[in-house]
C-alpha cells in the first residue's frame, strides 16, 4: 500500500510563502496524476492544482500565478511553490495520487495557517 506523507506546512504572515512536498512511501510505482486538495475551516475539501506525469500542471483560479507545482517522477515526490500567500488559504492541504489502473491514494494532510 503505497502511503503519501505531506510536509511543509506551517504559520505564515500574509504575503508570506510556504513549499508544501508530498512523498510517496515507494518509488517503485508509476504515480499518474499528483495533486493537492486543501479543505478551509467549515468547507469541503477542494481541489486546488494538479501536474500530470508529463508535467502538465492546472490550478484552480485563485492560486494561479501564486502557486507553483513541480514533481520528481523519479523519485514520487512534489512539491507546491506558495507565495503571497493570503489568509484564505489558510487550510489543511492534502496531498493526492492516482495510478495508470485507476488506485487511489491520499496523504493525511498537513496545515497551512496564513495570519498577522
Known amino acids: 500500500q503505497v502511503q503519501l506523507v505531506e510536509s511543509g506546512g506551517g504559520l505564515v504572515q500574509p504575503g508570506g510563502s510556504l513549499t508544501l512536498s508530498c512523498a510517496a512511501s515507494?518509488?517503485?510505482?508509476?504515480?499518474?496524476?499528483m495533486a493537492w486538495y486543501r479543505q478551509q475551516p467549515g468547507k469541503l475539501r477542494e481541489w486546488v492544482a494538479d501536474?500530470?506525469?508529463?508535467?502538465?500542471?492546472n490550478y484552480i483560479d485563485s492560486v494561479k500565478g501564486r502557486f507553483t507545482l513541480s514533481r520528481d517522477n523519479a523519485k514520487n515526490t512534489m512539491n507546491l511553490q506558495m507565495n503571497s500567500l493570503k489568509p484564505e488559504d489558510t487550510a489543511v492541504y492534502y496531498c493526492y495520487a492516482d495510478t495508470w489502473n485507476n488506485a487511489e491514494y491520499w496523504g493525511r494532510g498537513t496545515q497551512v495557517t496564513v495570519s498577522s
Open positions: 501536474i500530470s506525469n508529463g508535467g502538465t500542471t
Open positions: 515507494e518509488t517503485g510505482i508509476k504515480l499518474w496524476t
